[in-house]
């Protein structure tokens, strides 16, 4: 799988691309829409820069009712990072007073690899809107999370085919009372994942996050290791979600999460994108369907070459 579509929502509201309003063409509420904010760095150099756009938009639509922004094509990979446009909005704090959700990183392949995308520091956006309930970040190159508290925010998505250990200990520091939605894409060494299972010790521990009810851990290279640590790790009874989709599941990670501690209280196991034979597919169907979770066991596959785990593969990677 390759990220081929922009986000079409955010924070439960549609995405809406900002463009300079065309005489007698009205423009959406502006708490009604996620405003998706990207520039084509590819065409005329007269096109309008990030910038020019962003000071546009806080010109024509009113910034103090604005809930979600989106992030998108800022400029050319490896121009410069996100601390371009992040500081941009940073500096417009004052003006952005109800903003709720922000993406950062909105890029699809036709405009950049994910291992593309240079990212920085996007706590920043934390330490500025102390409002903020839904962080999203695509890309890992270049991502710094240091530890940080956060009194608001219930969601953080990182999706990367490559996520680096320090942002994900940077994260399980972090004092975040409120997250309810915890979702990270580990991706695979090559690409700089390089996230062990002890590194993930904190959150499968349940000291961590104690309002977590939806915990996604997908697009890995150990998915089978991370579904044998799941199987007996406490944070899971409180878990209404569970998602290890995305990553190189086989036989043994499911036969480890059957074996484990009860998973008949989800509402949801998610494990799309799995390298599970048919006889396994059925057997977690019979014993956790009839339970009333809801189970995505879409999109099998077979190793490259009809080889063994080693020629599994994740979904998203380059």
Not at 130 to 159: D, K, N, Q, Y
Not at 192 to 207: H, K, Q
Request: charged share 25%; net charge negative.
């Amino acid at each position: 799988m390759t990220i081929a579509n922009h986000l079409s929502e955010l924070h439960g509201l549609p995405a809406v691309d900002f463009e300079s309003p065309a005489e007698g063409r009205s423009l959406p509420e502006a708490g009604a829409v996620a405003w998706r904010l990207r520039v084509d760095p590819y065409e005329d150099e007269s096109e309008t820069s990030w910038q020019e756009l962003f000071e546009l938009f806080l010109k024509t639509v009113d910034p103090s009712g604005v809930r979600a922004l989106i992030i998108g094509q800022w400029g050319e990979a490896y121009d410069c990072d996100s601390a371009y446009p992040i500081g941009l909005v940073t500096a417009a704090a004052s003006r952005l007073p109800s903003l709720e959700a922000v993406f950062v990183g909105d890029l699809v392949l036709e405009e950049a690899e994910i291992s593309w995308i240079e990212q920085s520091d996007v706590t920043a956006l934390l330490s500025a809107f102390p409002r903020l309930v839904e962080l999203g970040v695509r890309g890992g190159t270049g991502l710094v999370f240091p530890p940080v508290r956060h009194e608001a925010l219930r969601s953080l998505t990182i999706e990367s085919g490559g996520l680096p250990v320090q942002v994900v200990r940077g994260v399980l520091d972090s004092e975040l009372p409120a997250l309810e939605k915890l979702d990270l894409w580990l991706g695979v060494s090559a690409y700089g994942g390089d996230t062990e299972l002890t590194d993930l010790a904190p959150l499968l521990s349940g000291t961590r996050f104690l309002a977590l009810h939806h915990l996604g851990l997908r697009n890995s290279e150990i998915q089978e290791e991370i579904a044998g640590a799941v199987a007996s790790a406490p944070v899971v009874a409180r878990l209404r979600t569970l998602d290890l989709s995305n990553g190189v599941l086989g036989d043994d990670g499911a036969a480890a999460l059957l074996e484990g501690q009860p998973l008949t209280h989800l509402d949801t196991l998610d494990l799309h994108h799995h390298f599970l034979s048919e006889a396994m597919e059925q057997r977690l169907t019979f014993a956790l369907e009839p339970h009333g979770v809801r189970l995505d066991l879409s999109d099998r596959n077979k190793p490259w070459n009809d080889g063994g785990r080693e020629n599994r593969y994740t979904a998203v990677a380059e």
